[in-house]
């Protein structure tokens, strides 16, 4: 049994996240970026996580033409995934909060709206921030200050190829 973590950080439109170790990523050293304001990512061309077992971070800025952040990973039963997400602390972002799914093959369908397509045969599991604490988070090694949601632990209750994705809820999508 594995653990992984990732974290999302959203901005209004941006969305961090990463992904790997139960353990937080707290310097350069325990995670590693795996994009910064990338392309539109889905299902065909989500960013690999080659191992998973370290941190992965990713920053996206949604968009109408891109509006989640797309990861994908092999994982096996019983292997525990950290997620974490949050967005930068400024003042306009300050009431956004942004929502991750964990989807799989075999998984329950997903039945409230998204901004993306999930692939056939994959069902899967979405989590809000809303409901959670949030604290403003000051990254000591690079300067990034952001307000950040509590982890969010997932069991994986399946093996196989694994997306996680970020995104802001299809109310508060952005329209540009």
Same mark, same amino acid.
């Given at each position: @049994?594995?653990?992984?973590?990732? &974290?999302?950080?959203?901005?209004?439109?941006?969305?961090?996240?990463?992904?790997?170790? $139960?353990?937080? /990523? $707290?310097?350069?050293?325990?995670?590693?970026?795996?994009?910064?304001?990338?392309?539109?990512?889905?299902?065909? *061309?989500?960013?690999?996580? $080659?191992?998973?077992?370290?941190?992965?971070?990713?920053?996206?800025?949604?968009?109408? *033409?891109?509006?989640?952040?797309?990861?994908?990973?092999? !994982?096996? #039963?019983?292997?525990?995934?950290?997620?974490? @997400?949050? =967005?930068?602390?400024?003042?306009? #972002?300050?009431?956004?909060?942004?929502?991750? /799914?964990?989807?799989?093959?075999?998984?329950?369908?997903?039945? $409230?709206?998204?901004?993306? %397509?999930?692939?056939?045969?994959? !069902?899967?599991?979405?989590?809000?921030?809303?409901?959670?604490?949030?604290?403003? #988070? %000051? *990254?000591?090694?690079? !300067?990034?200050? &952001?307000?950040?949601?509590? /982890?969010?632990?997932? =069991?994986?209750?399946?093996?196989?190829?694994? #997306? =996680?994705?970020?995104?802001?809820? =299809?109310?508060? *999508?952005?329209? /540009?």
């Amino acid at each position: @049994m594995k653990q992984h973590m990732i &974290s999302v950080v959203a901005i209004t439109a941006v969305l961090v996240g990463l992904i790997g170790f $139960e353990a937080a /990523a $707290e310097t350069p050293w325990d995670y590693r970026t795996v994009v910064i304001d990338g392309r539109a990512t889905d299902a065909r *061309n989500a960013h690999s996580i $080659e191992d998973p077992e370290k941190g992965h971070i990713g920053y996206h800025r949604a968009r109408k *033409n891109a509006p989640a952040l797309w990861f994908r990973f092999e !994982g096996g #039963y019983g292997d525990r995934i950290m997620l974490r @997400m949050g =967005v930068p602390a400024l003042d306009e #972002y300050r009431l956004l909060r942004p929502a991750i /799914a964990v989807l799989g093959p075999g998984l329950p369908p997903v039945t $409230e709206e998204v901004p993306f %397509e999930i692939p056939e045969g994959f !069902g899967g599991y979405i989590y809000h921030t809303a409901p959670l604490n949030v604290e403003r #988070y %000051e *990254n000591n090694y690079h !300067g990034v200050v &952001s307000w950040r949601f509590d /982890a969010i632990e997932h =069991v994986l209750d399946h093996a196989g190829r694994v #997306y =996680v994705v970020g995104f802001i809820p =299809v109310p508060e *999508n952005p329209e /540009a």
